[in-house]
Each structure stands twice: as C-alpha cells, then as structure tokens.
C-alpha cells in the first residue's frame, strides 16, 4: 500500500463516525431493503383484506377521519411517541455512565436510533445488536464495555416488558377481552407462545452472570465448532478474544448493580418506556376520536397479546402478520377506523423507525464522502 493511501486509511479510520456497510455488501443491502417493502405491502394488503372482512366495506375514508380527528390526542399522541423515544435514549445514557463514567446523549441518541432501524429491517430484529456495538466500538468504547452497554439495555428492557407484559395479558384474560374479538383464541396462544419464546434471551444472559464456568466452556466450544465448521481460523485467539468480551461484560454488569440507584432508575425507565408502547393503540384511536370509554384496560391488553403473538414471526418488524393480528385484535374498540387507526399505530412503532434510519444512512454517507475528498485534498 502506498504512503497515501496509508495516510488516508489511517486518518479515515481515526475518525470514523459512519455505521454504513462496506460497498461489497451494499448490494446485498438494497435486496434486503427490497424484500423489506415487500413484506410491508402484503402486510398492508392483508390488513385491507381482513378490514374488509371485518366492515364489510362500512369503513371510514382517510378524509373522514382526518376531519373527525380530535387535535388534543393527536398532540398526545406525538407527545407519547417522543417519549418512547427519549426515555429508551435514557436508557443508553444512564448505562453508559454507569459503564463508562461518561454520559453520552448524542451516542446513546445514534445508537437508539440504529438498533431500531437494523432491528426493523432483519428477522427476528437481530441486526440491531451487532450494528449498535461496531458503531460504539468506533467511538472508542471497548468492545467489552459496547456490548455490556447494549446486551444490558436489551436485558432491562426485555425483562421489563415481559414483567408489564405478562401482567397486562393476566389481566386482560381476568376481564375477558379477548371475549367477541375475532381470533380471540389464536391470541391467546400466541401470545403466551411469545412470552416463553422471548425468556430465552434473558435466560441465556443470567446464566452468563450466574454461571460464568459453564458459560465459559459454553463459549470455547461453540468456538472450536466454528473451527471445524470452517468460520474460525485461529480457535486460541478467537477463544482468548471471547473470553475477553465475556469477563468486560461480566465486569460492567457487576458494576451497574454496584450503583443500586442507577439501576432502579434504569428499571424505572424501561417500565415506563413499556408501559407507553403498550398504550400507543389506545391513543392511536383517541386521535382519530374512537368511543373508548372505559376501554384503556382492553386495548392495552389486546396490544400486548398482538405483540408476543406475533414476536416469533421471522419476518423484519413482524410485517405481514402483525397488521392482521391487530385489526382482529382492534376490530370492536376501532370501529370504523380500524384500518387508519392500525396503519397509524404501526407507523408510530415501526415504520418511523426505517425513515429515521434512512436518513441517519443516507446522511453519513454524504458524510463520510465528504470527509474522503476532504482527507484527499490534505494528501495531495
């Protein structure tokens, strides 16, 4: 390699700020993002149909409802879905500070939005995680100290929204409201099916923290499987670098439950945060003044048995079938608006997500592009 292009790597390298993949796998990219759109409109054309089922053809047009809209809830509404966002911002700061000693509000503010956007476009929302650590890596944070920051989020939320969660679904079966909504029953399952299957994760993770040994010989062996599976080249670097990962991990865990009044801060945040998710549908059809009196309890709680019902989906964000769950979920409560009133709810926890995470990679690249001429400039 030349001395420039040296030069160039290393001051590029140097301040890297863009998670936008290499161009060799920008192709494969564009295929996903492809398949991504597809997945949204069958989710929306099955969602027509089984409106359709459902009203008849008595729905209301998006100019009826539009005009019929209360302008209270709709700031409600924005003033919900920004404080989702903001309190799982809050989240990433306050481990962050716990990990690190730093509180990182423009980092943990990417960082949100990354995992959000990478969780939405892959299967089983699993490109969030991996994308989240190689962007707080590139900043500097050690990758011990990166994954401990995002595993422990997803830890505290995920324990936190199957805790609400399970709560709501017991509640919801104590009140019956699943009684006269069509495919109360198919929820039902589904929805405990989904509280099993999303415990796998946070059991993996406690046995990490209670039973580092076994973990660990865990660890080593699904290394040498790599090794004769052809993935891993070098098993003692790769195992040694694992271990590594491993005991940081283990180290900034013990260290957030060292700051008792962080971690209930933290706990505190992810219950709120859950707690508002769950209640974006009720919300949803205020805005578009449905008649809920006295029904909070029974659409969080459909919301909830939609969600785990359908979390084992492999699809990215559940499309295709999470809009069909929730218009049966919602039929009685959403009326007429049952149509509008899902696209806006699935707009407010997912597809504003993708156009956030569009943005964000369209504008580091611009931005990394900028800064490649501008380093070719100093070099030349």
Not at 146 to 161: D, E, H, K, P
Not at 194 to 218: S, Y
Not at 254 to 276: G, R
Not at 354 to 359: D, K, P, T
Request: glycine letters at 10%.
């Amino acid at each position: 390699m030349k001395e420039d292009d040296k030069k160039l790597t290393t001051e590029f390298n140097e301040g890297e700020e863009v998670v936008a993949p290499p161009p060799k796998k920008r192709g494969r990219r564009i295929i996903l993002n492809i398949l991504l759109v597809a997945v949204i409109a069958l989710g929306i054309l099955s969602l027509i149909g089984i409106v359709g089922e459902i009203n008849q053809g008595s729905g209301s047009s998006f100019t009826e409802v539009i005009s019929g809209a209360s302008p209270l809830f709709c700031v409600v509404l924005l003033a919900v879905v920004l404080a989702v966002m903001a309190l799982d911002v809050l989240k990433y700061c306050i481990i962050s500070k716990t990990v690190t000693g730093k509180f990182m509000v423009r980092a943990s503010l990417k960082t949100n939005f990354i995992g959000k956007y990478y969780d939405a476009v892959t299967p089983f929302s699993t490109g969030g995680q991996p994308m989240q650590i190689y962007y707080l890596n590139s900043k500097g944070i050690s990758g011990g100290n990166a994954t401990a920051i995002v595993l422990i989020r997803y830890f505290a939320s995920i324990i936190c929204w199957i805790i609400l969660g399970g709560a709501l679904m017991i509640a919801g079966s104590v009140k019956g409201v699943l009684n006269g909504v069509s495919g109360g029953s198919i929820l039902k399952i589904t929805g405990w099916v989904g509280i099993g299957v999303n415990l796998i994760a946070p059991a993996f993770v406690t046995l990490f923290l209670f039973l580092p040994k076994l973990m660990g010989k865990i660890t080593v062996g699904v290394v040498k499987l790599g090794h004769k599976m052809k993935i891993v080249k070098d098993v003692e670097k790769t195992t040694a670098q694992a271990m590594k990962i491993v005991n940081d991990f283990k180290n900034s865990f013990k260290l957030m439950a060292t700051s008792p009044f962080k971690l209930i801060v933290l706990v505190l945040v992810c219950f709120a945060e859950s707690a508002l998710v769950f209640s974006i549908p009720y919300f949803v059809m205020k805005a578009f003044s449905c008649n809920l009196n006295g029904l909070f309890l029974n659409v969080v709680s459909l919301n909830v048995f939609t969600i785990f019902g359908v979390s084992f989906i492999p699809t990215p964000g559940n499309s295709g079938v999470v809009e069909g769950m929730g218009a049966l979920a919602f039929s009685v409560a959403a009326g007429e608006s049952l149509i509008w009133s899902v696209i806006c709810w699935r707009f407010a926890v997912f597809y504003i997500y993708i156009i956030i995470g569009l943005f964000i990679t369209v504008y580091d690249i611009i931005a990394k592009n900028i800064k490649i001429k501008k380093t070719l400039r100093r070099t030349q």
